[in-house]
Every structure is written in structure tokens, then in C-alpha cells.
T-cell receptor, first 114, second 112 residues
Framework: GDSVTQMEGPVTLSEEAFLTINCTYTATGYPSLFWYVQYPGEGLQLLLKATKADDKGSNKGFEATYRKETTSFHLEKGSVQVSDSAVYFCALRRETGTASKLTFGTGTRLQVTL | DADVTQTPRNRITKTGKRIMLECSQT?????MYWYRQDPGLGLQLIYY???????NKGEISDGYSVSRQAQAKFSLSLESAIPNQTALYFC???????????FGPGTRLTVL
């Protein structure tokens, strides 16, 4: 079945450091890929998405490129801020007829310090 | 006002009690979902509904039931709560065209 694997957290960085959170997936066909962010005490918010190979999703300085050859969708940001501290979830959506469901990774907690 | 609301936000109950969690949305979406989040795990799909007359089981539906009372309302029930149903529960909605899911703030349920 479909699965998403994320790097273990927590990830602790100093402000302005470069961020990479690894995400790889297993799925048949051509899934769409997503990154969601969950701030403390809140629900998940869509951060970015990519719907086909080589697409780059970007938002709020975050980027991720859909790499079909390596089945990866790594999240990057050039300079993190304290306000980026949150849990980040990678997810895939595989279309099967009218069914369209998300499969989530386990989440990676990011803590950014001054 | 939030587009997807969940009530209650926190609930503590006892084993064997019946519990209902409610979700309402003002986004006009036809698709609604219930997820469960456990510490250190991703979200697992409990039930989903693509319109008022369509209800489908997700990965972990045992012990849960749902009701889609209207396009904007989707309730999750635990008929007889047990301690391993202690978790954070999220409702989500999406529309047919973009199918991007939007999440509510979550309900933290504790079963003693």
C-alpha cells in the first residue's frame, strides 16, 4: 500500500540556518505530494503541494520538488525563523476513481532557537 | 471566523460512555473527513464522506460511526469509548475541483 516516510525529529536549528526535512514515498501510479504544517494547538495547514514529476511547490520561503526517480519530496528553506517552529507532515494523494485520500508521514518537529 | 470548526475542543470521558464530536464548515465543500492523530504517528483516516448520501470507512473505522447531517456538518461518534481511543481528532473538508484538504483545529479526547 501507499506509505510516506519522514526523517525522525525533532530537528533543532538556530535562526537563519538552512532547513531540509526529508520525505520519501511509496505509491503506485502518479500521486500528488503535499507538505502540511501544524503549529502548536492548531490544525494542519497546507504549506505547499506538487501534482506531477519535477513540479516545485513553494510558499512562505519553503520549497519542495517532486522527484519521481528518487520518490522524494524533501522540504527546504534557506533561512528559518523562530516562527517556523512547528510539526511538518509530508503526505501523498493517489487518485483511485472518485476516491481521493491522503496518506501522511509521521511528522517532523522543527524547533528554531535564537 | 474559522472556516472549519470542531466542538468540543477538549473532552474527558470515562470508559463505556457514548461521545459525539461535531464538525461544521462554511467553505461550501462537499467532501468531509475525520482523522485521528496519535503521538509520534501521522494522521489516520477514520471515515470520509463525498456528499450527504455518501459515507465511507477509512483505515481505522472500528469503534467509530459517523453522520452527515447536512453538507456543512459531519459528526463522529464513539458508541462505547475505550482508553485507546484517547487521541487528537481532526475534521477536514475539501472540494471536488482542487481536492485540497482544510483542517479544523482538532478535538483532544481523553478516555479514562
Amino acid at each position: 500500500g501507499d506509505s510516506v516516510t519522514q526523517m525522525e525529529g525533532p530537528v533543532t536549528l538556530s535562526e537563519e540556518a538552512f532547513l531540509t526535512i526529508n520525505c520519501t514515498y511509496t505509491a503506485t501510479g502518479y500521486p500528488s505530494l503535499f507538505w502540511y504544517v501544524q503549529y502548536p494547538g492548531e490544525g494542519l495547514q497546507l504549506l505547499l503541494k506538487a501534482t506531477k514529476a519535477d513540479d516545485k511547490g513553494s510558499n512562505k520561503g519553503f520549497e519542495a520538488t517532486y522527484r519521481k526517480e528518487t520518490t522524494s519530496f524533501h522540504l527546504e528553506k534557506g533561512s528559518v525563523q523562530v516562527s517556523d517552529s512547528a510539526v511538518y507532515f509530508c503526505a501523498l494523494r493517489r487518485e483511485t476513481g472518485t476516491a481521493s485520500k491522503l496518506t501522511f508521514g509521521t511528522g517532523t518537529r522543527l524547533q528554531v532557537t535564537l | 471566523d474559522a472556516d472549519v470548526t470542531q466542538t468540543p475542543r477538549n473532552r474527558i470521558t470515562k470508559t463505556g460512555k457514548r461521545i459525539m464530536l461535531e464538525c461544521s464548515q462554511t467553505k461550501g465543500h462537499d467532501r468531509m473527513y475525520w482523522y485521528r492523530q496519535d503521538p509520534g504517528l501521522g494522521l489516520q483516516l477514520i471515515y470520509y464522506s463525498f456528499d450527504v448520501k455518501d459515507i465511507n470507512k477509512g483505515e481505522i473505522s472500528d469503534g467509530y460511526s459517523v453522520s452527515r447531517q447536512a453538507q456543512a456538518k459531519f459528526s463522529l461518534s464513539l458508541e462505547s469509548a475505550i482508553p485507546n481511543q484517547t487521541a487528537l481528532y481532526f475534521c477536514a473538508t475539501s472540494d471536488y475541483y482542487t481536492d485540497t484538504q482544510y483542517f479544523g483545529p482538532g478535538t483532544r479526547l481523553t478516555v479514562l
